[in-house]
T-cell receptor, first 114, second 117 residues
C-alpha cells in the first residue's frame, strides 16, 4: 500500500475550519484514501474515505486532487472535541493476503484552541 | 449502543504471566482485526479474521501471541509468558463486509491497556 506523509502537528482556532493535508504521491489507481482520528484514550474513529471524487459527510469533507497525489481533510467548524490525532491511510482495493488491514502512520496531532 | 466492546479495559500482569484479552465485535460483522499500539505511536496490525478463519497473522510479533475466533463472533487475543515489551494498548476492530474489497470502514473498540510489570 502507498505511503502517506502528514505534518506532525497543527493548531486551529475553535469555530474555524481545520484543513489537514496528506501527501500520497505513490498512490495507485485502485487505492482508497481513508481518514481516521483518535481522541486521547479512545480507539480510532472512522471519519471518511474516497477514491477519486470529493466526499462529504456529517463529520467532514475530503478533497482529493485531480492527480490523486494529495488530499485534504476539512473539518468545517472545529470544536474543542475535535482535538485528536488524525490519520490519513491509503488502502488498496483487492482481494487476498493482508490487504484488508489498515496501515497507520504517526498522523497529525490537531489541537483546537479556544 | 452496540459498538465494539473490549475487556478488560486495563490489565496489569506480572512478567511471565499469561493474559487473555476479549473482543466482542458489532453483531453480524464478518471482519475482525487486532492491533497493538505503543505509547505515542499509531496502531500496528497484528492479525485479521474473516468470520472464523484467521486469514492473516503476519503482524503477530512472536509465537507467544495467539488469537482465535472460533464461532466467527467473539475473539480472544492470548499472550503467553508476557514480557515488558508487550506493554501497549491492544485494539480490536470489526467491519460489516469483507474488508479486502478496500472500500469498507472499520469500527474500533476502546482498547485494553496492558501493563507488564
Amino acid at each position: 500500500d502507498a505511503k502517506t506523509t502528514q505534518p506532525p502537528s497543527m493548531d486551529c482556532a475553535e469555530g474555524r475550519a481545520a484543513n489537514l493535508p496528506c501527501n500520497h504521491s505513490t498512490i495507485s489507481g485502485n487505492e482508497y484514501v481513508y481518514w481516521y482520528r483518535q481522541i486521547h484514550s479512545q480507539g480510532p474513529q472512522y471519519i471518511i474515505h474516497g477514491l477519486k471524487n470529493n466526499e462529504t459527510n456529517e463529520m467532514a469533507s475530503l478533497i482529493i486532487t485531480e492527480d490523486r497525489k494529495s488530499s485534504t481533510l476539512i473539518l468545517p467548524h472545529a470544536t474543542l472535541r475535535d482535538t485528536a490525532v488524525y490519520y490519513c491511510i491509503v488502502r488498496v482495493a483487492r482481494y487476498g493476503g493482508s490487504q484488508g488491514n489498515l496501515i497507520f502512520g504517526k498522523g497529525t496531532k490537531l489541537s483546537v484552541k479556544p | 449502543g452496540a459498538g465494539v466492546s473490549q475487556s478488560p479495559r486495563y490489565k496489569v500482569a506480572k512478567r511471565g504471566q499469561d493474559v487473555a484479552l476479549r473482543c466482542d465485535p458489532i453483531s453480524g460483522h464478518v471482519s475482525l482485526f487486532w492491533y497493538q499500539q505503543a505509547l505515542g505511536q499509531g496502531p500496528e496490525f497484528l492479525t485479521y479474521f474473516q468470520n472464523e478463519a484467521q486469514l492473516d497473522k503476519s503482524g503477530l510479533p512472536s509465537d507467544r501471541f495467539f488469537a482465535e475466533r472460533p464461532e466467527g463472533s467473539v475473539s480472544t487475543l492470548k499472550i503467553q509468558r508476557t514480557q515488558q515489551e508487550d506493554s501497549a494498548v491492544y485494539l480490536c476492530a470489526s467491519s460489516p463486509r469483507d474488508t479486502r474489497r478496500g472500500d469498507t470502514e472499520a469500527f474500533f473498540g476502546q482498547g485494553t491497556r496492558l501493563t507488564v510489570v
